[in-house]
């Protein structure tokens, strides 16, 4: 039996059902759908599973970059615990007892002992009382004078002395500036005090045989510039606060009663 498709009234074949062509088209795009699926989860697999294997790469890099900085951290920490027992050793300390033995004479401790302290004034003429012959250099204390004051005293074998409240080392510099005291950074007015600790006979001996000192006492007597000299049972002198800046050293012994502090000029 021959079936023979259904016509419209015009004799055309008439148009197969909708709801069979709209079930085809779903399932080939499920099946279109499914299959993009796939290929996305196999690209997403590969594209994970390589980052994966850069972060465990990353991960050992980074472990052996610490590993080596913690073997260099103990080998420094190794090498500074040597330089610590090389430091703290019997030869360091000696040595540290050496330097607090000198620090007083040097000037870095304070010193305490029997002293001598020599004043020095100006004659206290204005220009209007000024003798006859005389000029205004001729009564006023001049840095020379403390100078020979200050060798004087070394040469008599003190310990340490100060100018003023200032204790000498020797890279102290005794300057006057017109009628004033320049020293270590500060300006002083007369009077001028200099306090030597130290053997109060020999230091009195070392003032009176001294030319520069004998002749300051000679301006004193006949003009009236201010000389006192007196003992002290006991006297402090601070230890010295600046900055030693030393330009050159040299190794030398100094002999007794030679001053250890350079003329200033």
Same mark, same amino acid.
């Given at each position: 039996?021959?079936?023979?498709?259904?016509?419209?009234?015009?004799? @055309?074949?008439?148009?197969?059902?909708?709801?069979?062509?709209?079930?085809?088209?779903?399932?080939?795009?499920?099946?279109?759908?499914?299959?993009?699926?796939?290929?996305?989860?196999?690209?997403?697999?590969?594209? @994970?599973?390589?980052?994966?294997?850069?972060?465990?790469?990353?991960?050992?890099?980074?472990? *052996?970059?610490?590993?080596?900085?913690?073997?260099?951290?103990?080998?420094?920490?190794?090498?500074v615990d040597a330089l610590q027992q090389r430091v703290d050793t019997s030869e360091t300390r000696e040595l540290t007892?050496?330097?607090?033995?000198?620090?007083?004479?040097?000037?870095?401790?304070?010193?305490?002992?029997?002293?001598?302290?020599?004043?020095?004034?100006?004659?206290?003429?204005?220009?209007?009382?000024?003798? *006859?012959?005389? @000029?205004?250099?001729?009564?006023?204390?001049?840095?020379?004078?403390?100078?020979?004051?200050?060798?004087?005293?070394?040469?008599?074998?003190? *310990?340490?002395?100060?100018?003023?409240?200032?204790?000498?080392?020797?890279?102290?510099?005794?300057?006057?500036?017109?009628?004033?005291?320049?020293?270590?950074?500060r300006v002083y007015s007369p009077p001028y005090t200099v306090t030597a600790v130290g053997d109060p006979a020999s230091?009195?001996?070392?003032? *009176?045989?001294?030319?520069?000192?004998?002749?300051?006492?000679?301006?004193?007597?006949?003009?009236?510039?201010?000389y006192a000299v007196e003992q002290l049972e006991e006297a402090e002198l601070p230890a010295f606060t600046g900055v030693?800046?030393?330009?050159?050293?040299?190794?030398?012994?100094?002999?007794?009663?030679? @001053?250890?502090?350079?003329?200033?000029?």
């Amino acid at each position: 039996m021959t079936v023979t498709p259904a016509r419209d009234d015009a004799g @055309s074949p008439a148009p197969a059902p909708r709801r069979s062509r709209s079930l085809g088209v779903t399932v080939v795009c499920i099946l279109a759908g499914l299959l993009f699926g796939t290929s996305a989860s196999l690209a997403g697999g590969r594209t @994970s599973t390589g980052g994966a294997t850069d972060l465990v790469s990353l991960i050992t890099t980074r472990d *052996e970059q610490v590993r080596e900085l913690n073997e260099e951290a103990e080998a420094l920490r190794a090498e500074v615990d040597a330089l610590q027992q090389r430091v703290d050793t019997s030869e360091t300390r000696e040595l540290t007892r050496a330097a607090d033995a000198v620090a007083p004479a040097v000037g870095t401790a304070p010193v305490t002992g029997p002293a001598v302290r020599v004043t020095l004034d100006d004659a206290g003429y204005t220009l209007d009382t000024l003798p *006859e012959g005389f @000029s205004v250099d001729d009564v006023v204390v001049h840095q020379q004078d403390l100078q020979g004051v200050v060798n004087a005293l070394w040469a008599g074998g003190a *310990e340490a002395i100060m100018v003023q409240d200032q204790r000498i080392v020797s890279t102290s510099a005794v300057q006057c500036v017109g009628s004033t005291l320049f020293l270590q950074g500060r300006v002083y007015s007369p009077p001028y005090t200099v306090t030597a600790v130290g053997d109060p006979a020999s230091l009195l001996a070392a003032l *009176e045989a001294d030319p520069v000192v004998s002749t300051y006492r000679g301006w004193a007597e006949a003009i009236g510039l201010g000389y006192a000299v007196e003992q002290l049972e006991e006297a402090e002198l601070p230890a010295f606060t600046g900055v030693f800046r030393a330009r050159y050293a040299r190794v030398a012994d100094i002999e007794p009663g030679e @001053s250890p502090m350079p003329d200033a000029g």
